[in-house]
């Protein structure tokens, strides 16, 4: 009976949070009519090849790791007149790696009043003067460093997931509407959303060019991710923020961590969200940490449609990174191809192609985020994805 309850409490906090606009918060919430086709304005982002110039906006990076300095240097990269000039971190190697690799940067100012360490210097670097903040500790930390940078009204770049557990989530969800609420900008790591053959084919399906959809399944099947092992003088924090993607109370697990993206994914092209599932993993060759080494698991919608869901973390193994929908009049892979019923192609995404013939987008995913964020901001326009993603990182 416990386990029964459990189920029914997180199925109807799920259904309050979308009747109240958690998965609409950009534009998709009731996409869709029986027919497939658009019932809303789709309200996507605008895919400029670089951000419109505008006023000095400066940026704050909370998390100097190397996913960290990635998004610091795409903020630099994503328009004119953007500059990084505060760092944060734990740990003083880090912040010190991630500054000499940014230091030639066009817009990296830093100054070593600005370099601040410890726990608590996420707090300093919001107070330091920045516009935008850019969130990319373990996400363990996310809720708390979010709803700083919202009530010091800061825009805010945040990697996925953005918590790690319901408590997390919600706490995301209730700083979002501030954010909404005070006209901040807010972009997430779910860099699918800002990829312009994920776009395209996004489009075309809620065009109806699939008809309904039935059924889905999306994968993130993958090798053996990296760890730490526990260094002389480490303190057992020190350790295990150090060794963070091996620790669920870090983490949340790469279920979390790492296939939400995939999930998120199939919450965006159904315009919903599952609202119960039944699943299994198990852990055998990993090294660090508590988490597991694969998830199989069974997603079921309100209209009793299923979503599979498989990820993986094991080395020597056949890997696949994907996502799949089925639909009354055909199927796609969601990122750049659309299938008729009988499996030959209707329409495949027009990529360029380079000097050799290489198929690329004209703006990477990493990038477009950035750009996508900044123009939000100078264009007055605001976005909030933080409740997408909040939502799809409690479906993981």
């Not at 109807?12 to 918060?25: P, W, Y």
């Not at 800002?194 to 090798?223: L, M, P």
């Not at 192609?353 to 990493?366: C, S």
Request: contains cysteine; positive net charge.
């Amino acid at each position: 009976m416990k386990d029964e309850k459990s189920t029914l409490n997180r199925r109807q906090f799920l259904g309050t949070a979308t009747a109240a606009g958690a998965i609409g918060a950009v534009g998709i919430g009731a996409m869709m009519n029986s027919c497939g086709k658009p019932a809303v304005d789709l309200k996507l982002p605008p895919l400029l090849d670089v951000a419109p110039d505008g006023p000095e906006l400066t940026a704050g990076l909370v998390g100097c790791g190397g996913r960290g300095t990635g998004a610091a240097a795409q903020f630099l990269s994503a328009g004119p007149n953007l500059k990084i000039i505060a760092l944060a971190d734990v740990f003083r190697d880090r912040l010190d790696s991630c500054r000499q690799r940014l230091t030639d940067k066009p817009g990296f100012e830093v100054t070593n009043e600005n370099c601040f360490i410890g726990f608590d210097a996420y707090r300093k670097l919001i107070d330091s003067g920045v516009d935008v903040v850019l969130l990319a500790t373990p996400p363990h930390f996310r809720p708390e460093h979010f709803a700083a940078a919202i009530k010091a009204r800061k825009h805010v770049f945040m990697e996925k997931p953005v918590a790690v557990d319901p408590v997390g989530a919600r706490s995301v969800m209730s700083t979002a509407k501030k954010a909404d609420a005070a006209g901040l900008s807010v972009v997430t790591g779910t860099q699918r959303r800002h990829q312009r053959d994920y776009i395209e084919t996004f489009k075309r399906v809620a065009g109806g060019e699939i008809g309904e959809i039935v059924s889905a399944n999306c994968y993130w099947n993958g090798g053996q991710l990296w760890y730490k092992t526990q260094q002389s003088g480490w303190s057992d924090m020190e350790y295990m923020i150090r060794d963070w993607v091996n620790w669920c109370w870090l983490s949340g697990d790469h279920i979390v961590e790492q296939h939400v993206h995939n999930l998120d994914v199939i919450n965006w092209f159904t315009g919903k969200h599952p609202v119960k599932t039944v699943g299994f993993g198990g852990r055998h060759r990993r090294v660090t940490g508590d988490q597991y080494d694969f998830f199989s698991v069974d997603y079921v919608f309100d209209d009793s449609k299923h979503l599979h869901s498989m990820c993986r973390q094991i080395d020597g193994c056949a890997n696949n990174v994907s996502e799949f929908i089925m639909g009354t009049k055909g199927h796609s892979n969601c990122r750049n191809t659309i299938w008729k019923p009988d499996g030959s192609v209707r329409w495949n995404y027009p990529y360029l192609k380079d000097d050799k013939g290489k198929t690329h987008l004209k703006v990477g995913p990493y990038f477009q985020e950035h750009i996508d964020l900044v123009t939000a901001i100078r264009t007055n326009k605001p976005v909030d994805y933080a409740e997408n993603t909040a939502i799809s990182t409690l479906v993981a």
